[in-house]
């Protein structure tokens, strides 16, 4: 599922992540990769702020949505 719909305060695994190369490259430079922990802290108007690595990261909805959980 993208993770836009995960749940709030649960961790999950990042098990793709799409879009074109920029954009993976953009989001491993910030700390997703497959396999890795993510966990969604709060959902404002569809936008996320996430934890990462030990960091809190804000994403918007549509670059959210190109990582699945």
Same mark, same amino acid.
């Given at each position: 599922?993208?993770?836009?719909?995960?749940?709030? *305060?649960?961790? +999950?695994? #990042?098990?793709? #992540? *799409? *879009?074109? &190369?920029?954009? $993976? $490259? +953009?989001?491993?430079?910030?700390g997703?990769? @497959? *396999?890795? /922990?993510?966990? !969604?802290?709060? $959902?404002?108007?569809?936008?996320?702020i !996430?934890? @990462? /690595? &030990?960091?809190?990261?804000?994403?918007?909805? /549509?670059?959210?949505? /190109? #990582?699945? @959980?």
């Amino acid at each position: 599922m993208p993770l836009t719909l995960a749940e709030i *305060g649960t961790e +999950h695994t #990042i098990v793709h #992540i *799409g *879009g074109n &190369e920029a954009t $993976k $490259k +953009h989001l491993e430079d910030l700390g997703f990769h @497959v *396999g890795g /922990k993510v966990m !969604v802290v709060s $959902k404002i108007g569809g936008n996320l702020i !996430v934890n @990462v /690595k &030990e960091t809190r990261i804000a994403l918007d909805a /549509k670059m959210a949505a /190109k #990582i699945s @959980v």
